[in-house]
């Protein structure tokens, strides 16, 4: 059974710092991996989306990295902002066909200004 | 138009009501989700619909009942439901269920008294 871990469960930071988020998970058989952002309350945004064939993606100040073969992805966020603050979900993609999403157990980022 | 909408944002109902969640999209997306999260946990998918057919049901009661009435719309009728059923109900779309990006609606927040 696919397990998807985020670590740390909670993150504070003064503005302008690069961080990093992990995500792992315990089957490397999977198809995608996406990361979204949700603020609280609302629905899932849509950050970026690695297949399984690409080693990284990167939007804005945004970058992500899968290695399959460790089961773990990062994102790397750049210059961070207090309008970052929000809880950061990965979600492992294992149903091919199906399009099946396992999600991750989050990590809550806050930006101090 | 890349904007998956749901209606109502909240609804509250009795055990003994029967009511509808709505989700719509306009991005010619052929895949459709429902999604259950509860407070503080990730997301947990539901149903998958593939061309306006239903091809994943994760064992959910029968107290719930999705349909597909077209390729845009995708309804999630509700009867009997039970106060643990409370939760943050997600639509989400991709262009179809072959590892596509999944794009997520605000959601419908739902009590059950």
């Known amino acids: 059974k696919q397990e998807v871990t985020q670590i740390p469960a909670a993150l504070s930071v003064p503005e302008g710092e690069n961080l990093v988020l992990n995500c792992s998970f315990t089957?490397?058989?999977?198809?995608?991996l996406q990361w979204f952002r949700q603020d609280p309350g609302k629905g899932l945004t849509s950050l970026l989306l690695?297949?399984?064939?690409?080693r990284e993606q990167t939007s804005g100040r945004l970058n992500a990295s899968l290695d399959k073969s460790s089961g773990r992805s990062t994102l790397y966020i750049a210059a961070s902002q207090p309008g970052d603050s929000a809880t950061y979900l990965c979600?492992?993609?294992?149903?091919?066909?199906?399009?099946?999403?396992?999600f991750g157990t989050g990590t809550l980022l806050a930006v101090q200004p | 138009d890349t904007e998956v909408t749901q209606t109502p944002k909240h609804l509250v109902m009795g055990m003994t009501n029967k009511k509808s969640l709505k989700c719509e999209q306009h991005?010619?997306?052929?895949?459709m989700y429902w999604y259950k999260q509860k407070a503080k946990k990730p997301p947990e998918l539901m149903f998958v619909?593939?061309?306006?057919?239903?091809?994943i049901n994760e064992s959910v009661p029968s107290r719930f009942s999705p349909e597909c009435p077209n390729s845009s719309l995708l309804n999630l009728h509700l009867h009997a439901l039970q106060p643990e059923d409370s939760a943050l109900y997600l639509c989400?779309?991709?262009?179809?269920?072959?590892?596509?990006?999944?794009?997520f609606g605000p959601g419908t927040r739902l009590t059950v008294l």
């Open positions: 989400a779309s991709s262009q179809a269920t072959d590892s596509n990006e999944q794009f």
């Open positions: 089957d490397s058989a999977i198809y995608n």
């Open positions: 690695i297949q399984s064939s690409q």
């Open positions: 979600a492992v993609g294992v149903g091919g066909a199906t399009n099946k999403l396992i």
């Open positions: 991005m010619g997306h052929r895949a």
């Open positions: 619909y593939s061309y306006e057919k239903l091809s």
